[in-house]
């Protein structure tokens, strides 16, 4: 026969190990919201009445992200045991099942040799499961920025590659470009190896179709950029190579249904893959 001695050893032990599974699990999911906050970009109220995007808001290598509003310290709200809720993705129109395949993930040491004409036309085409867009290249005022893309998409570098970022608020971009980003894990961080330097940035402005680098800071251009669809005030940190001259409406589509999360900033809804990308003159 069990002791009543036994019996409250017993009940202490459980409750213990009870204890030390809502300990283990508010931390997880503490873990999980503070990777969440940890990846959205601070946006700046200047007393102009503009906004600023802190460093690292598009960022090629590090993981600044956006966030259209201040949050509040995720330390003062209460902690739930709950385990969060994965966010389900919807079908988007238009939005296709992507081309099978996954990025080559290649890397280089340093940036590619100048291979363009400066003085010459160029062509982007950025062929998605959503639709095709198309962009016509600065090469005059960005000629190593556009170099780097003829470069990487020769390589087939951006191919099958996602969109991983969508604001749709006080900025109003699809981020693109980062061969490391899933649909569902935060991006930023990925690129081919190499950066080069800023261009074309004095008097920069980000009006709707404009076509630019993402960045954590002067001279770290990569490979991830940004699509802007809406007319956006941001500080000329962040080098405008190109314009949209066919499927603005595509990444307005993209942008109309919002983000998985459905927060401001956050993962498209739909699933956006590049099946190709390709660099043509002419």
Same mark, same amino acid.
Request: aromatic share 6%.
């Given at each position: 026969?069990?002791?009543?001695?036994? +019996?409250?050893?017993?009940?202490?032990?459980?409750?213990?190990?009870?204890?030390?599974? +809502? +300990?283990?699990?508010?931390?997880?999911?503490?873990?999980?919201?503070?990777?969440?906050?940890?990846?959205?970009?601070?946006?700046?109220?200047?007393?102009?009445?503009?906004?600023?995007?802190?460093?690292?808001?598009?960022?090629?290598?590090?993981?600044?992200?956006?966030?259209?509003?201040?949050?509040?310290?995720?330390?003062?709200?209460?902690?739930?045991?709950?385990?969060?809720?994965? =966010?389900?993705?919807?079908?988007?129109?238009?939005?296709?099942?992507?081309? =099978?395949? %996954? =990025? #080559?993930?290649?890397?280089?040491?340093?940036? =590619?040799?100048?291979?363009?004409?400066?003085?010459?036309?160029?062509?982007?085409?950025?062929?998605? #499961?959503?639709?095709?867009?198309?962009?016509?290249?600065?090469?005059?005022?960005?000629?190593?920025?556009?170099?780097?893309?003829?470069?990487?998409?020769?390589?087939?570098?951006?191919?099958?590659?996602?969109?991983? +970022?969508?604001?749709?608020?006080?900025?109003?971009?699809?981020?693109?470009?980062?061969?490391?980003?899933?649909?569902?894990?935060?991006?930023?961080?990925?690129?081919?190896?190499?950066?080069?330097?800023?261009? #074309?940035?004095?008097?920069?402005?980000?009006?709707?179709?404009?076509?630019?680098?993402?960045?954590?800071?002067?001279?770290?251009?990569?490979?991830?950029?940004?699509?802007?669809?809406?007319?956006?005030?941001?500080?000329?940190?962040?080098?405008?190579?190109?314009?949209?001259?066919?499927?603005?409406?595509?990444?307005?589509?993209? %942008?109309?249904?919002?983000?998985?999360?459905?927060?401001?900033?956050?993962?498209?809804?739909?699933?956006?893959?590049? #099946?190709?990308?390709?660099?043509?003159?002419?």
């Amino acid at each position: 026969m069990v002791s009543s001695e036994q +019996r409250r050893r017993q009940l202490a032990r459980d409750k213990y190990e009870r204890q030390m599974e +809502r +300990r283990v699990a508010a931390a997880a999911a503490r873990k999980r919201r503070n990777t969440i906050l940890g990846a959205s970009l601070a946006v700046v109220v200047l007393a102009g009445g503009g906004t600023l995007i802190a460093t690292g808001a598009f960022s090629s290598d590090d993981k600044g992200d956006t966030k259209a509003s201040a949050s509040a310290d995720p330390q003062a709200a209460p902690t739930s045991t709950a385990e969060p809720t994965t =966010p389900t993705r919807k079908p988007v129109e238009g939005c296709a099942a992507p081309a =099978p395949g %996954a =990025p #080559n993930g290649k890397k280089w040491q340093a940036e =590619p040799a100048m291979t363009i004409d400066p003085s010459g036309s160029y062509v982007m085409t950025l062929d998605s #499961n959503c639709g095709k867009v198309t962009v016509a290249l600065d090469a005059a005022k960005a000629p190593h920025t556009v170099n780097s893309f003829a470069f990487l998409a020769g390589e087939q570098f951006f191919d099958h590659t996602k969109c991983h +970022r969508l604001t749709t608020d006080g900025i109003f971009v699809l981020q693109c470009g980062d061969p490391t980003a899933s649909a569902t894990v935060p991006g930023g961080t990925g690129g081919p190896g190499y950066k080069f330097a800023d261009e #074309n940035l004095p008097g920069a402005t980000y009006p709707a179709g404009t076509v630019a680098m993402a960045n954590s800071g002067p001279g770290t251009n990569g490979s991830q950029f940004f699509l802007v669809y809406k007319d956006t005030k941001l500080p000329p940190d962040y080098t405008p190579f190109g314009k949209i001259t066919g499927g603005l409406d595509v990444v307005q589509k993209i %942008a109309a249904a919002g983000t998985l999360e459905g927060t401001p900033d956050g993962h498209p809804m739909a699933d956006v893959t590049f #099946n190709t990308v390709t660099v043509a003159k002419g």
